[in-house]
């Protein structure tokens, strides 16, 4: 697919349907290579696997080698974020909650964080599962998942996005969101993430009641600077409302 203007990569994917809590497949993103795919959820993986933990770590031990041991910093750790399969279902309390996992950078061991906001949601309304960034890129991206075009795009940062959170949440939902700040939810780590081993990653969900862009923390394991050394200004997730009832389809048995 030809790129557009600041765009270094991108991909395109088919409509699908959620049923019982699952698209049946999850999306992989490499900022390093420019890769990006979806790949399928196994039968064998949602049986066993089940919840954004068990298919973030799923994700994560196939992704890694197994001759070496990984650091925090290095091109192979990715950051995986999932939502479990009533991620999005209004019926039941908390179901906006997300987990996000990764190599610490405090202690070299896995580590998930569960986080609020709305991005797991609109990745699964959007087609996915869950995500998985991987590699290390030349100079810092976003990462934009738009369920509404059907489309997953890595590109460069323009030039003068602030760092800081509240003001990058700001400036993606309006540029994203056109006149539906609601539909996008952004991650993004603040300056900080970028000096210490202790970032946060921060998960925005828009008040429509106040009117504002508000934010929720995965603040365990320092999983913010890993996105910040991956060189990841933001990942942006868009997806107009949807019923829930499409969300718990009961499917074909």
């Not at 994560?60 to 999005?88: F, Q, S, V």
């Not at 000096?195 to 365990?220: E, M, P």
């Amino acid at each position: 697919m030809p790129k557009k203007n600041g765009q270094i990569a991108e991909f395109a994917y088919e409509a699908g349907q959620i049923s019982r809590g699952y698209n049946m497949r999850t999306l992989y993103v490499n900022v390093g290579t420019g890769r990006i795919e979806s790949r399928p959820v196994s039968e064998e993986m949602r049986e066993i696997f089940i919840g954004g933990k068990g298919f973030d770590l799923r994700l994560l031990w196939n992704a890694l080698p197994w001759d070496r041991t990984i650091a925090w910093d290095d091109p192979l750790n990715e950051i995986c974020i999932a939502c479990g399969p009533l991620g999005g279902n209004t019926f039941y309390p908390g179901s906006g909650k997300s987990i996000a996992l990764s190599i610490s950078p405090l202690t070299g061991s896995v580590v998930d964080s569960n986080v609020g906001g709305y991005f797991g949601p609109y990745l699964k309304f959007s087609g996915f599962d869950a995500l998985e960034v991987q590699g290390k890129a030349v100079e810092d991206v976003i990462i934009v998942i738009d369920g509404d075009r059907r489309r997953v795009a890595i590109e460069r940062c323009p030039k003068g996005l602030p760092l800081e959170t509240h003001l990058i949440g700001e400036e993606l939902t309006r540029k994203y969101g056109g006149g539906s700040p609601r539909s996008v939810s952004v991650v993004s780590a603040g300056t900080a993430a970028g000096h210490t081993l202790i970032g946060c990653l921060n998960f925005s969900w828009f008040d429509a009641r106040r009117g504002v862009v508000r934010y929720k923390q995965a603040g365990r394991g320092g999983i913010g600077s890993v996105l910040r050394d991956k060189k990841v200004r933001a990942i942006v997730a868009k997806k107009s409302y949807s019923s829930p009832r499409w969300v718990i389809d009961s499917g074909p048995a």
